[in-house]
Structures are given as C-alpha cells and as structure tokens.
C-alpha cells in the first residue's frame, strides 16, 4: 500500500504545457478600454518585459522550460502525490483520493510555480525592481522568494485587512528582502483616493493591483508581475497536473473527477490543465472550480469584459466577474478574493468543460480540520474549498457504491495561517454569501463595454 509517488528530478517536466493550442475556440481578446478595439503586444510592454508579454499571447502548445529556472525549481520539485488513505477510511468511501502536495515549497504553497520564471524573465530582461499584489500573502512571499533567488528588489502591496490578520505572511517577505506594506497605502495616487474615502479601508486585489502598477509604471526599470490570471501565469503552473500524470499512471489510475480551489485560477488551472486537454480529446472527466460564497466570479458571477483593478489601469479582459469595484467582506483568509476569474479559466467555463461550485467557510474549515486530523497536514484556507468539494464528492461515491478516483491540488499549507483556525474553533468565524443585489449594482457599471463574443 504505497502512501506517496514520487518522480525522480530527472522526471520533472521540462516544458509548460499552454491550453490555448487545444481550446474548441479561442479567447476573445484582451481590449483596448478607450477604443474598444484588441490591444497589440507593444501596448502591455510598459508594465511587462517583452519575453513574459510573448508567453502570454502563445498558442504554442509547449513552451521550454529554461535551464536557470529548471535549477531553483528542483530546489522542491517534483512534488509528491500522496493517497489520503486515512481520510478515505474516515468516509468510508470506496473513491480512491489522490493530493497533489504543494506545500512543499520554500513559501509553502505553489506560487513559486510561476513567481521563479517570472523573475528569471525578468532578471534577464534587465528589470531592476518588481512591483506586486498580494491578498493572503502566498504570492507576495513566493515572489518575495523567486526575487531573492535572482537578485531583484520587491515591493509588495498586501491588501490592508489581510496584512493585518496575518503578520508572519509579512515576515516571510521581509526575510526574502521583500519590502511588503498595507494597501491602500499613502505611496501611489490610486492608494491615496481611497485612503481620503475612508482612512480605515480594508482594501481589496483590485486596489492592490491599481497600486502596483501606477508604481511600476512610474519607476524606472520596474516593472510589475502578477500571481494570477494571466495566461502565462495558468501556463507556469502546468507542471503541477504534468507531474500529477506521470504519478498516477505509476500507480495505473487515472482521475474520474480533478479538484481544485479557484480565487484568480493559478492553482486549479495548473493541476488541470493538462486533464482538460484530455477531456477536449474524448476522456470522460469531471473538473471541479471550487470558489466562495463571498466572491463568486463563476457560480453568481457574469461573463463579460471588465478591467483587472479597480483603478481601472489595465486593458479590458474577458472573464467571469462580480465588477473591478468589488471589495470583499473582511473574512478569515484574503485568498479566493478577486473579482474576476482567469480569462482562460472563465473560458473553459463557458465552453461546458468544467464546472464551478461554490462554499462557505465554515465548511471549509470543517473541511480543513477533518484533513489535519486524518491525514496530518493542516491546510491553507484557500486549500480547504477544494477538501470540501472532495468530500462532497467521495460521500456521492459512497452512496453510489462507485470506486472514483479523485485528484485534488493540495495547494499549499496552513501553518502561517492558524489565527483563522483559532477562529474557526473559537466559533468566531460566520459564513457570508455576497447578495445579489450587491453583484447586479456592480456589474451594471460594465453594461457600456462590449461583450465576448
């Protein structure tokens, strides 16, 4: 009965896998908000380096991995798969889980997937300093990490309540020579407009975002890297699912059902991408988005073009969205909290491919707690969406007496976050569905922009 598969480093994938080359049809491009038309390449190079800006509009369908950062991702690639036996015998459900363990990571969740090449590409770019947002912390202190590795400076622009409920987020920065401070912030003119509305603002990704760009922007050789969303961001993480199918195909299983959490599509896009890809070509398989009732972009949300932030600085992105002026409710985790889901992801979503379902935190940490006390790891709370949905998932099994493999991305741990367990458990937590009415007024704003098509 073997617990954990492992690859060999000579195993870990080599190249990134890009969706695009396989979609039914392609994405409806990124425009251009004052014209309406598509933006060209050479519009997005003030904010990216040119070699990032390539990856992301690629329908190449295998992109080389390059050798420098080959290096610093075996530094905790390849990552285990490990089968939650425990946790089946505790459902005594007949499904077979599987968890894909990327917690295993020097930041501890799979950020660095994607925050090493961006800094690689960067590095040789000839930047001198990155600018970025973080909500809970994992991206800030993964890019913290990779900028460390290749010897750029950081600024980090953590969204205020989530800075504020977790300081060793901060720390882990800082340790990596990130300098990390609370959005809306005094430093960038976005910051500032919402600083005078209301000094005590708990900031949302949106405002985040506007900051760090107007300060990339604005700063010579600078420029900003985001965690989430972007096609090459969803593209970098593909060495999760890639890995992920080497492993169970060692133990002669192949998923039924793929989970993942979704709060901007890094993570779920990276464990299954490569299974979507299978499921365009014929498989029978079902992937699961898991989101929160406080902000969910694809179970409540609308399918349409709107901006990435809130300054509303950044091209028009088709994508399921709740409105760039969202400003999330100040819960537990700070993750899961954007306003729109990934283009690609929201995509897929529309095309049938996958589906989407949303949870409320206290079942998700429910969820998070009956993991820790099966199988050891106590996991992040952006984690516990997709241990909820397995859950749900492996009790179906059960009562339809069906021996299911499920695959799950264990996206990270919960050790720097156990102030919200202490919450949870001090029965401080309650769950918070974003109305409908409040999702209508705001994406009634985005009735004037053009639709996908």
């Known amino acids: 009965m073997e617990k954990k598969i492992f690859l060999s480093e000579r195993e870990m994938p080599k190249a990134w896998y890009n969706i695009q080359a396989d979609m039914k049809s392609p994405l409806p491009p990124p425009l251009n908000p004052a014209t309406g038309e598509p933006i060209t390449p050479d519009m997005l190079a003030p904010i990216f380096p ?10 190449q369908r295998w992109i080389d991995i390059p050798d420098e950062v080959l ?5 905790w690639r390849p990552t285990p798969l490990s089968r939650a036996y425990s946790l089946e015998r505790f459902l005594g459900t007949p499904a077979h889980i599987y968890f894909k363990n990327e917690g295993v990571s020097p930041p501890g969740s799979h950020k660095p997937n994607t925050a090493v090449p961006q800094a690689y590409y960067n590095k040789i770019f000839g930047t001198k300093r ?4 973080t909500g809970a912390g994992q991206w800030g202190s993964a890019l913290a990490y990779a900028c460390n590795q290749f010897g750029l400076e950081l600024k980090i622009y953590m969204v205020r309540v989530s800075y504020n409920q977790k300081p060793y987020r901060r720390v882990m920065m800082e340790a990596w020579n ?4 609370p959005s809306p912030s005094p430093h960038t003119n976005a910051g500032r407009k919402f600083i005078e509305k209301d000094p005590e603002h708990p900031g949302s990704l949106g405002i985040a975002i506007s ?12 420029k900003y890297s985001l965690g989430s969303v972007l096609n090459h961001v969803l593209m970098h993480q593909t060495v999760i699912g890639l890995e992920a199918e080497k492993q169970l195909a060692m133990a002669g299983e192949y998923p039924d059902i793929v989970i993942g959490c979704a709060g901007g599509g890094s993570n779920f896009a990276g464990l299954s991408f490569p299974f979507i890809r299978d499921k365009i070509h014929g498989k029978d398989i079902k992937i699961i988005a898991c989101e929160p009732t406080s902000c969910p972009t ?5 399918y349409l073009y709107d901006f990435g932030d809130t300054a509303q600085t950044t091209p028009l992105l088709a994508m399921c969205s709740i409105g760039h002026n969202f400003v999330p409710a100040p819960i537990h985790a700070g993750g899961l909290r954007y306003h729109g889901m990934a283009p690609l992801v929201s995509k897929l979503y529309m095309d049938g491919l996958i589906e989407a379902r949303a949870y409320n935190q206290l079942e998700t940490f429910a969820a998070g707690i009956t993991f820790a006390r099966t199988e050891g790891f106590i996991p992040a709370p952006e984690t516990n969406h997709a241990i909820a949905c397995v859950i749900e998932e492996a009790k179906k099994a059960k009562e339809e007496g069906k021996e299911k493999v499920i695959l799950m991305n264990w996206s990270g741990h919960g050790i720097v976050d156990l102030p919200s367990y202490d919450a949870y458990m001090a029965g401080k937590l309650q769950d918070y569905a974003l109305p409908d009415e409040e999702i209508e007024k705001l994406v009634r704003e985005l009735d004037a922009f053009p639709k996908p098509k």
């Not at 040119?50 to 509009?57: G, P």
């Not at 990130?178 to 401070?181: E, F, Q, S, V």
Request: hydrophobic share 40%.
């Open 130 to 133: 990155l600018t970025t947002e």
């Open 71 to 75: 290096q610093r991702l075996l530094m």
């Open 211 to 222: 900051e760090a760009i107007e300060d990339a922007v604005t700063s010579k050789d600078a």
């Open 298 to 302: 694809m179970t409540r949300g609308h």
């Open 50 to 59: 040119m070699n990032l800006i390539e990856q992301e509009v690629s329908a």
């Open 178 to 181: 990130g300098k990390c401070i």
